[in-house]
């Protein structure tokens, strides 16, 4: 089967590479378009601590419980990079009650999830220091062993190179849609079976012209890298202040803080001068000891927002060889491997698979 796929953020690489290793003759377009949400992202893989229930908990619970085996199939297709690390989750708060409700959650879910989720452990304020030196005074912990982060540009990377390893060709350029559906790159046509849109928050630009609209809209998010000289920082976990922020540890000495989340921001991806306030002093009020860090850069992603609550993922009604992967909002990094996995035998199969019937367009 031909399979076009249009978009080459974590959503389309995830399910071209889940498509090109079972076979499938794979054409990956993307525009290279600014705001591409996966090159922004933090690439937290931790959902147990989330107050989110119901089917977009365990899509997000099943991405992260899926990491180890799409690892191991790069692997096997001779792709060892992705930047993957199983450093922790450290939830802090200076309210022990806060801590304790959060630790009955990830205890009720680690239940369900088995050994992904690690060993939760309470830590007092010297242990919390211990493991992130740079954290205020007076925060207690919560350390979930199984928390993971990945860099998103390595991990999309890793795909697109894992779906070439099984044959996928990639173009560069605007896919434009066309009835059939057929798609064109330049004016030129691309031979497809089927198309799979994963355009992240621009999906529906290309369906416009069809009447359809999909639940979804972008959400600009601003998040800011920063140095701290001479400090190794690969192995600080991730720091989760049971808020709207957080901060992401990677090797050279760098910290990812942020993110904003500007809903109605439109197809807008500047850094903004509020939006620099906003993750300066969330990250420094967490974590002081930042503040002689150095500023790197700041980046900018379009989250594909779900305004109807949940990802969409599966055939588009009255377009038949449409389908349609988007609205992972600020979790698409954890859900799309294990959704483009399901999605591809979905394509293959002709029918839906179960796990994916909740998000059906
Ligand atoms: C600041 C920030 C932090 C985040 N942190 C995390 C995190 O810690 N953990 C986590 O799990 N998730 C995180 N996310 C969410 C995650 O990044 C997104 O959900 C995910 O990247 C969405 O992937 P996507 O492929 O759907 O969209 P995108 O990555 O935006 O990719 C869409 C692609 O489609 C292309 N495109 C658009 N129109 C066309 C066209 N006509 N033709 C060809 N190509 C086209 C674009 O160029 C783009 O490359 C974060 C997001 C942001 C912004």
Do not use: K
Not at 13 to 35: C, H, I
Not at 98 to 124: C, F, H, K, M, T
């Amino acid at each position: 089967m031909r399979v076009v796929v249009i978009g080459g953020g974590i959503a389309g690489v995830s399910a071209a590479f889940a498509l090109a290793r079972r076979g499938a003759a794979v054409t990956v377009v993307d525009s290279g378009s600014a705001g591409q949400a996966t090159a922004a992202s933090a690439g937290i893989i931790s959902p147990w601590a989330s107050t989110v229930e119901g089917p977009f908990y365990d899509l997000y619970a099943a991405g992260a419980a899926y990491y180890p085996r799409v690892l191991g199939l790069l692997a096997e297709a001779g792709v060892a990079r992705t930047d993957y690390r199983r450093s922790g989750a450290l939830l802090v708060h200076e309210d022990p009650a806060r801590l304790a409700e959060a630790r009955a959650r990830v205890e009720a879910r680690a239940r369900d999830a088995g050994a992904i989720v690690g060993e939760v452990r309470r830590l007092g304020g010297d242990d919390v220091r211990a493991l992130v030196p740079v954290l205020a005074p007076g925060l207690e912990g919560l350390f979930i062993s199984g928390g993971a982060r990945v860099d998103g540009r390595t991990m999309r990377d890793a795909l697109l190179q894992g779906a070439a390893h099984h044959g996928a060709r990639c173009l560069t350029g605007r896919a434009t849609l066309l009835p059939g559906p057929r798609v064109e790159v330049g004016g030129e046509p691309v031979a497809a079976d089927a198309v799979l849109l994963a355009s992240g928050a621009w999906a529906n630009e290309l369906l416009e012209p069809y009447g359809v609209r999909l639940a979804v809209e972008p959400q600009r998010g601003q998040i800011t890298h920063l140095r701290v000289e001479g400090v190794d920082t690969g192995r600080w976990p991730s720091v989760h202040p049971l808020s709207h922020h957080y901060m992401v540890a990677f090797d050279d000495s760098r910290v990812a803080v942020g993110a904003t989340r500007e809903t109605g921001s439109g197809f807008d991806a500047r850094v903004t001068a509020a939006g620099q306030r906003q993750v300066l002093s969330d990250a420094l009020r967490i974590a002081p000891g930042l503040a002689d860090a150095t500023l790197i850069e700041t980046r900018v992603g379009l989250r594909p927002l779900p305004t109807g609550q949940l990802p969409i993922a599966g055939p588009v009604p009255g377009m038949a060889g449409l389908h349609v992967v988007t609205g992972f909002g600020a979790v698409g990094l954890t859900m799309a491997p294990f959704t483009g996995d399901a999605l591809a035998r979905s394509i293959l199969d002709g029918r839906l698979v179960p796990e994916l019937t909740p998000f059906a367009p």
